[in-house]
């Protein structure tokens, strides 16, 4: 990405190659997206060529609930990178989605004291620059 694109975004981003531009072209829609194997259901993440289960390369790209819960996480107070120093402390949270897949993220919208291990969450679209939406969690409204 150009420094044109993102003048104001100072962290890494994702590259976006023709594998995964599905993903990030959804979450910069507000959806979560991921492969589906046509062959037998499984749900593909991380992205995938072929399917872990049956290794056939015929998939589809579907929309997730983007609900899932905090199978994990921890809060980072130490500066591991010179681009998060204004962030620390911060939670990074693996999140075990309602379809299986878990994905790494960030729990956001509450303290990272009041972030639990099993607490429902929903995904929520981070526009960091015009091209990349990051994906993190927020509680689950209820009802
Ligand atoms: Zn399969």
């Known amino acids: 990405m150009s420094a044109e694109t993102a003048p104001s975004y100072a962290k890494?981003?994702?590259?976006?190659?023709?594998?995964?531009?599905?993903?990030?072209?959804?979450?910069?829609a507000g959806e979560l997206r991921m492969q589906r194997c046509t062959a037998?259901?499984?749900?593909?993440?991380?992205?995938?060529?072929?399917?872990?289960?049956?290794?056939s390369a015929a998939v589809e790209w579907t929309r997730l609930s983007g609900?899932?819960?905090v199978f994990s996480y921890?809060?980072?107070h130490q500066v591991y990178h010179p681009a998060y120093k204004d962030d620390v402390p911060y939670n990074v949270a693996m999140i075990q989605l309602e379809e299986g897949p878990r994905m790494f993220s960030n729990v956001v919208g509450v303290s990272n004291d009041s972030v639990k291990v099993g607490d429902v969450v929903e995904v929520v679209f981070d526009p960091v620059t015009t091209e990349v939406s990051l994906p993190r969690f927020r509680p689950a409204r209820v009802g």
Do not use: M, S
């Open 12 to 28: 890494p981003l994702p590259v976006i190659t023709p594998e995964n531009k599905p993903f990030w072209d959804a979450c910069k």
């Open 74 to 76: 921890i809060v980072f």
């Open 40 to 55: 037998c259901g499984h749900i593909r993440y991380p992205i995938n060529l072929v399917c872990p289960q049956c290794l």
């Open 67 to 69: 609900r899932g819960t």
